[in-house]
């Protein structure tokens, strides 16, 4: 597999993840509706979705999803574009997209938060790591 598929195919990962997170929303949201008989528009804003309904840990991580994930995907982008593709950061891509499984499963079922916590810290280290080096190759090349 080339270097850029790994890229490719680590962020088609988390997009896939992404769609996992929605799909269990969809599913927790709609059953807590049902259960409590709480009609869609009593639900119509986030205030008045916390006042009716206690099971957000699948919205939480979706909306999670949508934060530091963009870094990474940025990443992706610049070192495709870079030609940036070296084996280091393919491990490291890969590293992130289990780090980030591993938190949303932790989220979306049992939520301990200090597990959740540390699988979170870890995967935000590596992007902070991933985009140093980047930064770093990317720099040095265009000095050389």
């Known amino acids: 597999m080339t270097p850029t598929a790994h890229f490719v195919l680590a962020s ?8 996992c997170v929605a799909l269990r929303l969809l599913y927790v949201r709609s ?3 049902r259960e409590k008989r709480v009609h869609p528009q009593a639900a119509a804003t986030s205030i008045q979705m ?26 992706v982008g610049v070192a495709i574009a870079t030609n940036q593709l ?9 590293s992130y997209v289990l ?7 932790i989220h979306c079922t049992y939520n ?7 699988a979170f810290g870890a995967g935000f280290m590596l992007l902070i790591v991933m985009w140093a080096y980047l ?5 040095s090349k265009s000095v050389a």
């Open 50 to 75: 916390a006042l009716k309904l206690q099971n957000v840990q699948a919205a939480d991580n979706f909306k999670n999803l949508f934060e530091t994930p963009v870094l990474f995907y940025s990443l």
């Open 12 to 19: 088609l990962a988390m997009v896939l993840l992404t769609f």
């Open 86 to 94: 070296s084996a280091w950061l393919i491990y490291g891509v890969w």
């Open 112 to 118: 301990k938060v200090m597990q959740r916590f540390a």
């Open 99 to 105: 780090l980030r499984i591993i938190h949303s499963v």
């Open 31 to 33: 059953a807590e509706m």
């Open 135 to 139: 930064a770093f190759a990317v720099v």
